[in-house]
T-cell receptor
Framework: KQEVTQIPAALSVPEGENLVLNCSFT??????LQWFRQDPGKGLTSLLL?????REQTSGRLNASLDKSSGRSTLYIAASQPGDSATYLC??????????FGTGTRLQVFP | ETGVTQSPTHLIKTRGQQVTLRCSSQ?????VSWYQQALGQGPQFIFQ???????GRGNFPPRFSGLQFPNYSSELNVNALELDDSALYLC??????????????FGPGTRLLVL
């Protein structure tokens, strides 16, 4: 059974810091891995999607890596800003087409 | 903007009642998935509909049921509501069914509170 874990559960940092959020999964048979952002009480916004054959994806200040063999992904946020404050969720997609989510990392960036 | 819409945005029900949540998928998408997100947790897969047929189900009891219509919009029905059903219900659409590498596009969710 696929399980997804995210560490840390919460993070509070001053503006400008570079951050690393971690995601691990137990079964390497995935189609892809996706990072989402969720603002309080809102839906999910897709940030980065990494296919199983890829090693990383970049979008602006965000970079996500995938190591399928070790069951790990990291989301790197450069030069964090207060507007980055949100919950970050990682999810893996299996051959059943469903997404399996971690419990998220709650990020607060203070000025 | 994702193009996936959900209604209503908020809903308050009492234990034992029934509720119907609605989702309109993004144009061109024929697959709809439903997720339940309890407070402080990640979303949990409820079920998926592909071309009007259920195409996979998570660990939810039969009182959670769904429909998909010819225009690919979808409903989630929950009977005999329990307090633990209080959650954010998310709908996601994607352009193809199982074994696809396409992403899913999420709607804003319906917040259900059961008293």
């Amino acid at each position: 059974k696929q399980e997804v874990t995210q560490i840390p559960a919460a993070l509070s940092v001053p503006e400008g810091e570079n951050l690393v959020l971690n995601c691990s999964f137990t079964d390497s048979a995935i189609y892809n891995l996706q990072w989402f952002r969720q603002d309080p009480g809102k839906g999910l916004t897709s940030l980065l999607l990494i296919q199983s054959s890829q090693r990383e994806q970049t979008s602006g200040r965000l970079n996500a890596s995938l190591d399928k063999s070790s069951g790990r992904s990291t989301l790197y946020i450069a030069a964090s800003q207060p507007g980055d404050s949100a919950t970050y969720l990682c999810a893996v997609k299996t051959n059943t087409d469903k997404l399996i989510f971690g419990t998220g990392t709650r990020l607060q960036v203070f000025p | 903007e994702t193009g996936v819409t959900q209604s209503p945005t908020h809903l308050i029900k009492t234990r034992g009642q029934q509720v119907t949540l609605r989702c309109s998928s993004q144009s061109g998408h024929n697959t709809v998935s439903w997720y339940q997100q309890a407070l402080g947790q990640g979303p949990q897969f409820i079920f998926q509909y592909y071309r009007e047929e259920e195409n996979g189900r998570g660990n939810f009891p039969p009182r959670f049921s769904g429909l998909q219509f010819p225009n690919y919009s979808s409903e989630l029905n929950v009977n005999a509501l329990e307090l633990d059903d209080s959650a954010l219900y998310l709908c996601a659409s994607s352009p193809r069914g199982a074994q696809t590498r396409e992403t899913q596009y999420f709607g804003p969710g319906t917040r259900l509170l059961v008293l």
